[in-house]
């Protein structure tokens, strides 16, 4: 089955950049999607198809993807960024399949 | 605005059934594939099962496969996931979500998902 891993936390003081990885095999062949998740709430898409954002998602979230890492970005952090993070992809094997989730804090 | 609203969640005993439905509005519910994703407590995220417009392909996961049924009436805007033989790992917040028109099958919209309780 296809595995999708990324680091558990990932510490951004406000203002700063936060980068959060998701590895896979050969990931960059595939579309990587991302959600934003706060406590008590449902699932926010922020980054479609590797590095599309929907409407109403502010420009500080960008995404990457290439090789075996995908990565989202978040520039500019602000304290309302403080969720878990997850990717997610498609594979012929697995069918969709979800990263392990990456836990933001704002120092 | 694009709604989904989840029901149909509870306590239910090792080996009962419950059927959750998700009602859509805010867009042309039969032109999306739906999808259940679940989240255990304290757990990530977890795809569940997947069905098309027209019901024509329906997707499920290993681990529900054979207990769970998903269904929809495009008449009705609504989405259902029967679910059988019920075991304590089915606990779990169970959300409907909007499939991506894109190419890369994610999901777009979420609703505020439904609590299911597995216990004796």
């Known amino acids: 089955s296809y595995v999708l891993t990324q680091p558990p936390s990932v510490s951004v003081a406000p203002g700063q950049t936060a980068r959060i990885t998701c590895g896979g095999n050969n990931i960059g062949s595939k579309s990587v999607h991302w959600y934003q998740q706060k406590p008590g709430q449902a699932p926010v898409l922020v980054v479609y198809d590797d590095s599309d954002r929907p409407s109403g998602i502010p420009e500080r979230f960008s995404g990457s993807n290439s090789g075996n890492t995908a990565t989202l970005t978040i520039s500019r952090v602000e304290a309302g960024d403080e969720a878990d993070y997850y990717c997610?992809?498609?594979?012929?094997?697995?069918?969709?399949?979800f990263g392990t989730g990456t836990k933001v804090t704002v120092l | 605005e694009v709604q989904l609203v989840e029901s149909g969640g509870g306590l239910v005993k090792p080996g009962g059934s419950l059927r959750l439905s998700c009602a859509a509005s805010?867009?042309?519910?039969?032109?999306?594939?739906m999808n259940w994703v679940r989240q255990a407590p304290g757990k990530g995220l977890e795809w569940v099962s997947s069905i098309s417009s027209s019901s024509s392909y329906i997707y499920y996961a290993d681990s529900v496969k054979g207990r769970f049924t998903i269904s929809r009436d495009n008449a009705k805007n609504s989405l259902y996931l029967q679910m059988n033989s019920l075991r304590a790992e089915d606990t779990a917040v169970y959300y409907c979500?909007?499939?991506?028109?894109?190419?890369?099958?994610?999901?777009?919209?979420w609703g505020q998902g439904t609590l299911v309780t597995v216990s004796s």
């Open positions: 805010g867009f042309t519910f039969s032109s999306y594939s």
């Open positions: 979500a909007r499939g991506l028109l894109s190419s890369g099958f994610g999901f777009d919209y």
């Open positions: 997610q992809v498609w594979d012929s094997s697995s069918d969709y399949v």
